[in-house]
């Protein structure tokens, strides 16, 4: 069930309509229930895993707290699912080839949001060890916390100290409908006008890339810039949004990360939930460990857990490392702060290397092989001549000029700030009028979400 698909909107209208109607525990229960059967409309087995980790949560914080040796066992249990459907067949590859083995598995699906709804739990039962002031939060709380459908899938990555204070708060909030409509619309229009018909160059440009000339690949490795961006960032815009109606505020999760100066910056303003989780619960125990000796190692081996997180295969672990890499640079020589202070062309410079090496690096981000993503780099670089403009090459550049041109413009305070702007009586109904073309077209050509499949 997409967000952006009529389905959704059914199911929105159902569960606002008893969601307002209720109070209290009964509220918060009509939540969790409607949230996994969200979940279970993609494939209902799974919704178990959901319940199972709620349940795991619950448990783990309340052992943890009683036994706080156990910490170490709790959280392995709390990993287990991520590493068995995420992490089984790489670690076997791995293993054929270092011993010889031929250990054969049969495929299976990922489920959707095992990886952020593992990482929200982690980071819950890590802060309730470190906070013992606090009752540790109720059964149904947490399923709330772990379940609320506008995050279940794809994040924001939420943590306890946001969350719970808000439970006993949420109800249909009137006050910011229009900000909410103003962002989910916006989302939805970087989905399907913008990420979705740039996706489909990109698939088939990695699907011939032995053949792209350097005018084709560049354009598909810029397309797939813009193309991740404004699909992740409209579910993060869309996410914010459905929980706003609800009384419920979300971090923001993007910040016009194409503007940043340098890496640095940049991983301040891309998928910032996730950047704050690998800052408080892995940069800053390896920076304890290697301060004394090594400690830009820290940086490094936290962009190589971020790399594995994203995907198991080599190229996620080589894209986590080069980001690593160069992040120890920048700050061992000072880069990121000398191009955010510096003067104007500077800053451009700093711009421009940042999207250059992002753009770059994502084509290990975005290849099914470390081969295929070498491929499109001797392509971007001119391996197999100029060649010949796409079909509908004018159409593609203008999308990317276009997001690109109004990216500054791109954060959730602006989007929102046209409700005391715009008169609601206009706004309102083009914001409908948008939405409900956007959907038609999106159902006719369904695509899902691209951190569907982390």
């Known amino acids: 069930m997409l ?28 939540t969790t229930l409607a949230s996994l059967f969200f979940y279970a ?130 109800r249909i909030n009137c006050a910011a409908v229009m900000s909410a409509l103003y962002l989910f619309t916006a989302g939805v229009v970087k989905k399907v006008v913008i990420a979705d018909p740039l996706a489909v160059y990109v698939d088939s440009a990695y699907l011939r890339v032995d053949m792209l000339g350097a005018g084709e ?58 950047t704050l989780w690998l800052r408080d619960y892995v940069f800053v125990p390896l920076f304890r460990r290697f301060r004394g000796s090594v400690p830009r190692l820290a940086i490094f081996l936290t962009m190589v857990v971020s790399g594995i997180w994203h995907g198991a295969a080599w190229h996620f672990v080589l894209w986590g490392a080069a980001h690593g890499a160069a992040l120890v640079v920048e700050h061992w020589t000072g880069f990121s702060r000398l191009t955010q202070k510096g003067r104007l062309w500077l800053r451009l410079s700093g711009v421009l290397y940042t999207c250059t090496f992002f753009a770059l690096t994502a084509t290990m981000f975005r290849a099914p092989t470390m081969g295929v993503a070498g491929d499109m780099v001797l ?50 109904p083009i914001c409908m009028v948008v939405t409900v073309t956007c959907s038609l077209v999106a159902s006719s050509q369904p695509a899902s979400f691209y951190y569907f499949d982390f």
């Open 41 to 170: 409309w993609w494939y209902p087995p799974y919704a178990l895993l959901i319940v199972m980790f709620v349940l795991m949560a619950w448990a783990g914080i309340r052992i943890v707290r009683r036994w706080p040796r156990t910490l170490p066992a709790i959280i392995i249990a709390v990993l287990l699912p991520l590493a068995g459907f995420k992490y089984t067949h790489f670690l076997l590859s791995v293993l054929d080839g270092l011993i010889g083995t031929e250990w054969t598995l049969p495929p299976w699906t990922l489920p959707l949001g095992v990886s952020f709804v593992t990482f929200t739990i982690v980071s819950l039962i890590l802060d309730s060890r470190r906070d013992k002031t606090e009752p540790p939060p109720s059964l149904l709380a947490i399923s709330v916390y772990v379940t609320f459908f506008p995050h279940l899938i794809a994040g924001p990555i939420l943590r306890g100290h946001q969350m719970f204070p808000q439970l006993p708060g949420m």
């Open 217 to 274: 690949a560049m354009l598909a490795v810029l397309a797939f810039m813009v193309q991740i961006y404004c699909d992740f960032s409209a579910y993060s815009d869309m996410a914010i949004a459905l929980a706003m109606l609800f009384g419920v505020n979300f971090p923001e999760n993007f910040r016009s990360p194409y503007l940043a100066t340098s890496l640095t910056e940049l991983w301040r303003r891309w998928h910032i939930t996730l």
């Open 379 to 428: 392509a971007f670089f001119g391996a197999n001549g100029w060649g010949v403009a796409p079909a509908g090459w004018p159409m593609l550049c203008g999308l990317c000029v276009t997001a690109l041109a109004l990216h500054g413009l791109d954060t959730r305070d602006r989007i929102t700030s046209m409700a005391n702007v715009i008169p609601a009586w206009i706004g309102a």
């Open 3 to 30: 967000f952006h698909h009529y389905e959704f909107f059914i199911f929105l209208a159902a569960f606002a309509t008893v969601f307002a109607i209720t109070k209290g525990s009964v509220r918060l229960g009509w």
